[in-house]
């Protein structure tokens, strides 16, 4: 069957102190990987998306990896508004359509 | 300003009746998806379109019906045979690099 999982559920931080959030994942294929940011009460926003094992993103404080196994996000010297809760989801190679998603890490980051 | 607009924000629902949802894009995307997340789980995903006129089953389609019959709209109706339709609805829709999100609604059953 295919799965996404996210560790930790949540995780938080001091201003400053840097950490990664994990999301591993056993699927048949896979075509894509796929990073959100979700606040409360609102709909996910992208962040990334990672293709092939090696590929990192960046975008300000995060960079995004990839190996055949799971993903990485990375958060460098966060701030209190990178409190959210990060989503990773599949695509899957045989159904170009079908996103699977993990549940979830919920960051709290305090100042 | 290019991107997915829901309405309402909030809904409530009384036992037996049907209600829906909207989903507009702007994006010129062919292919928009239904979501619902409960607290807990992951987005689970309920209908999907690629094209007007075309529409497949998610993982939890009962209870839900859709219908496309415009590229910009793609509605839900929750209906009265969806047992626990208490939950957030998110729309989507696929372009590249990936799937965008509508701003969702929170629907409650009364």
């Known amino acids: 069957e295919d799965q996404v999982t996210q560790s930790p559920e ?8 840097s950490s990664s959030l994990n999301c591993s994942y056993t699927v048949s294929g896979l075509r894509g990987l796929f990073w959100y940011r979700q606040d409360p009460g609102k709909g996910p926003e992208f962040l990334f998306t990672l293709y092939s094992a090696g590929e990192e993103k960046e ?20 701030k209190p508004e990178d ?3 990060y989503l990773c989801a599949v695509l899957l190679s045989y159904n170009t359509d079908k996103l699977i998603f993990g549940t979830g890490t919920r960051l709290q980051v305090f100042p | 300003d290019g991107g997915i607009t829901q ?8 036992e037996g009746q049907n209600v829906t949802l909207s989903c507009e894009q702007n994006l010129n995307h062919d292919a928009m ?8 789980q992951g987005l ?8 007007v006129n075309d529409f497949q089953k998610g993982d939890i389609a009962e209870g839900y019906s859709v219908s496309r019959e415009k590229k910009e709209s793609f509605p839900l109706t929750v209906t009265s045979a969806q047992k626990n339709p208490t939950a957030f609805y998110l729309c989507a829709s696929s372009g590249l690099p990936g799937q965008f999100f509508g701003p969702g609604t929170r629907l409650t059953v009364l």
């Open chain 1, 59 to 78: 975008k300000e404080r995060l960079k995004a990896t990839l190996t055949k196994k799971e993903s990485f996000l990375h958060i460098t010297a966060p």
């Open chain 2, 7 to 14: 309405s309402p924000k909030y809904l409530f629902r009384k």
């Open chain 2, 44 to 51: 689970r995903l309920i209908y999907y379109s690629q094209i």
């Open chain 2, 33 to 40: 998806y239904w979501y619902r997340q409960d607290p807990g």
């Open chain 1, 83 to 85: 409190s959210a809760t």
């Open chain 1, 10 to 17: 949540a995780l938080r931080l001091q201003e400053g102190e």
